[in-house]
């Protein structure tokens, strides 16, 4: 079992900022990337950004400049910083971890619960 516990979400005004965590924990052995993923009322999940266990970053055109994502891996863990957010982020934010089980080593897909962020105009 592996498990994703994401928190940091809210409420904000428009410019503020939030910052999100996500950890994994359980039968993981090591993880090959990490992300976040967003979905807005009647719209479909979308990709936020994503990080590699190499470091490599990939962010939606709509965030780039604005959020930054990092990880840790040693602890399991990726960050994202929310700076300068707008109405149009409103929406429940997901941890996605692709990674190797330890039980027989498939590279699987998990995902968080997700946590609610709120931009306020």
């Known amino acids: 079992q592996v498990q994703l516990v994401e928190s940091g979400g809210g409420l904000v005004q428009a410019g503020g900022s939030l910052r999100l965590s996500c950890a994994a924990s359980?039968?993981?052995?090591?993880?090959?990337?990490m992300g976040w993923y967003r979905q807005a009322p009647g719209k479909q999940r979308e990709l936020v950004a994503a990080?590699?266990?190499?470091?490599?970053?990939n962010y939606a055109d709509s965030v780039k400049g604005r959020f930054t994502i990092s990880s840790d891996n040693a602890k399991k863990t990726v960050y994202l910083q929310m700076n300068s957010l707008k109405p149009e982020d409103t929406a429940v934010y997901y941890c996605?971890?692709?990674?190797?089980?330890?039980?027989?080593?498939?590279?699987?897909?998990?995902w968080g619960q997700g946590t609610q962020v709120t931009v306020s105009s």
């Open positions: 359980g039968s993981i052995f090591s993880i090959n990337a």
């Open positions: 996605n971890v692709e990674g190797y089980r330890s039980d027989d080593f498939a590279l699987s897909d998990y």
């Open positions: 990080i590699t266990g190499g470091g490599y970053t």
